[in-house]
């Protein structure tokens, strides 16, 4: 069973520059999310997908973030113009699209830092 | 925004029953009582969640009061490994994002 898979683990980069985080879902979980998660502070929804269709976005995704998901499997989030108050651990999650009461199950994370 | 309150952080002997308490005094009828809990550089690990029953799987038990508007976790025998922080969420279901608020930091003490 293959979990929820994150890469990088870690990201170190320059104020300014741009970043691109990747999540590879449950196989066969339709549903994929992504959260923000700041030191001391509970994960933060950032936006949804189903398939390859982004149904909601936080108001905390800002327009220099955006996120893809093509054919409905891999997801991608890119950091445009990174600032030091984007440093978080990025989380990513995976559900069914039917049963288990949707619950989610998360990947590792990406831990970014913005020097 | 979260809709539940947990103590910041509790402490268990090593061995005996850890109880988590979460008051969620408006929850709404739909709306389901999920725990997920976070180890340290980790992503958050689902534990059990329940409606108005008591559940039990075998990472844990959750009591719900009879009118749902507070909850228990119990790990059973906790162990080190389960020194984590512990979130309790209440969710509809069908919604799509959880609010996982502060949680509560477990300390299992040898």
Redesign the interface.
């Known amino acids: 069973d293959t979990g929820v898979s994150q890469n990088p683990r870690h990201k170190i980069t320059k104020r300014g520059q741009n970043v691109t985080f990747r999540c590879d879902p449950i196989s066969e979980h339709n549903r994929l999310y992504w959260y923000r998660q700041t030191l001391g502070q509970g994960p933060e929804f950032l936006t949804y997908f189903q398939n390859e269709a982004q149904l909601e976005k936080s108001r905390l995704l800002s327009d220099r973030f955006s996120a893809e998901r093509p054919k409905g499997s891999f997801s991608t989030l890119e950091i445009q113009r990174t600032e030091q108050g984007d440093s978080a651990m990025y989380l990513c999650a995976s559900s069914p699209a039917s049963g288990n009461l949707n619950i989610q199950y998360f990947g590792a994370g990406t831990r970014l830092s913005v020097l | 925004d979260?809709k539940t309150t947990q103590p910041p952080s509790m402490d268990c002997a090593e061995g005996r029953a850890a109880n988590l308490p979460c008051n969620h005094s408006t929850i709404s009828g739909n709306e389901?009582v999920?725990w997920y809990r976070q180890i340290h550089?980790?992503?958050?690990?689902?534990i059990i969640?329940g409606l108005k029953n008591n559940e039990t799987n075998e990472m844990a038990s959750l009591i719900i009061t009879e009118d749902r508007k507070s909850s228990t976790l119990i790990l059973p025998h906790a162990t080190l490994r389960d020194t984590a922080?512990y979130?309790c969420i209440v969710r509809a279901?069908?919604?799509?994002?959880?609010?996982?608020?502060?949680?509560t930091k477990l300390n299992v003490k040898p």
Not at chain 2, 41 to 46: A, E, F, K, L, V
């Open positions: 979260a389901y999920y550089s980790q992503g958050p690990q689902y969640h922080v979130y279901y069908n919604f799509n994002k959880f609010y996982f608020g502060s949680g």
